[in-house]
Every structure is written in structure tokens, then in C-alpha cells.
């Protein structure tokens, strides 16, 4: 059974720093696409990052220079460092795995498996 749980989230001023953990079990596939997606009140989901079993990144235009994900397979969690946040970054965070990073890896269809999520709240 795969399971995913998120930590790291939090308040924090305009400008600062967070980083978001998502620690991943009972995943045993060797090709994956492990993403970062977020919700904000009355919003869509979408993507944020996302990073492949290959170690391709994939970033969402909103966030790029901001953020970055990266994974330590030996832990089997991945990571979102977020720098420079702006109140617009304030949203629920969600961890997910898919099968592959498509051209579609920002869209929530593409993932098989998610976190609870964690929240994220940035203040001006």
C-alpha cells in the first residue's frame, strides 16, 4: 500500500522560506513521476513541481527560481524547497506519484497516489 505523508508546511512572511518533506512507502515501482501540486480556496489544483525516477525536474512558471524539488532515494522522501515566497504561494500542498512525468505532469489526472496534504500560508 502506498503511502505518502507531507510535513513542513507552515506561516511565514512574505519573502521567506520553507521546506516541504514527503516521506513515500510501499512504492516499489521503478519509473515514477513524484510530484508537488497545490489547492488555494476556490482554486484548481495544479502543479508546482515535479521530479522523475530519471532525476528530470519539472517546474511551473510561477514558481521557477523560486522553488526547487529534489528526492533522497535513500530515504524515500522528496523535498520542495520554496525561497522568496509571495502571499500567492498560499495554498494546500500536496505530494503525489504517477507512472511517468508526461507533458501533462501539472494536471492532478496524472497522479495515482496522494498525501494528505500540508498548508502552506504566506502573509504580506
Known amino acids: 500500500q502506498v503511502q505518502l505523508v507531507e510535513s513542513g508546511g507552515g506561516s511565514v512572511q512574505s519573502g521567506g522560506s520553507l521546506r516541504l518533506s514527503c516521506a513515500a512507502s510501499?512504492?516499489?515501482?521503478?519509473?515514477?513521476?513524484m510530484g508537488w501540486l497545490r489547492q488555494a480556496p476556490g482554486q484548481e489544483r495544479e502543479g508546482v513541481a515535479a521530479i522523475d525516477s530519471d532525476g528530470s525536474t519539472y517546474y511551473a512558471d510561477a514558481v521557477k527560481g523560486r522553488f526547487t524539488i529534489s528526492q533522497d532515494n535513500a530515504k524515500n522522501t522528496l523535498y520542495l524547497q520554496m525561497n522568496s515566497l509571495k502571499p500567492e504561494d498560499t495554498a494546500m500542498y500536496y505530494c503525489a506519484t504517477g507512472d511517468y512525468c508526461s507533458g501533462s505532469w501539472a494536471h492532478p489526472y496524472e497522479y495515482n497516489y496522494w498525501g494528505q496534504g500540508t498548508q502552506v500560508t504566506v502573509s504580506s
Open positions: 510501499g512504492y516499489t515501482y521503478s519509473s515514477y513521476c
